[in-house]
């Protein structure tokens, strides 16, 4: 059974950094992504990282602010996220690709999904 479980979130003041952890199982994947997504709009693509080479890619939202990283051993990947903003209140889901991906930033390259982990930035 494949089970991708976040964790790390929580409530920060602005400035402050958390960091997000997402640890897979099930099964082996190829590429790993951030995704948020606020109230009332869309979600959208934070971050990626292939397993293998640990290729990474950023949203211009977090590009500067943001490190995704992984541990093998652990089958866990981190997003680290720096200098927050009342704006990166979200919901913040991991997801997991069989494939290698090469962009990654859209929700259908995707096959399986965290159930999301709330992180709110008190200004």
């Known amino acids: 059974q494949v089970q991708l479980v976040e964790s790390g979130g929580g409530l920060v003041q602005a400035g402050g950094s958390l960091r997000l952890s997402c640890a897979a199982s099930?099964?082996?994947?190829?590429?790993m992504g951030w995704f948020r997504q606020a109230p009332g709009k869309e979600r959208e693509f934070v971050a990626r990282i292939t397993w293998s080479s640990g290729a990474t890619l950023y949203g211009d939202s977090v590009k500067g602010r943001s490190t995704v990283s992984r541990d093998n051993a652990k089958n866990t990947v981190y997003l680290q996220m720096n200098s927050l903003k009342p704006e990166d209140t979200a919901v913040y889901y991991c997801?997991?690709?069989?494939?290698?991906?090469?962009?990654?930033?859209?929700?259908?390259?995707?096959?399986?999904w965290g159930q999301g982990t709330q992180v709110t930035v008190s200004s």
């Open positions: 099930g099964r082996t994947f190829s590429t």
């Open positions: 997801a997991a690709a069989r494939q290698t991906l090469l962009l990654g930033i859209t929700q259908r390259n995707y096959d399986y």
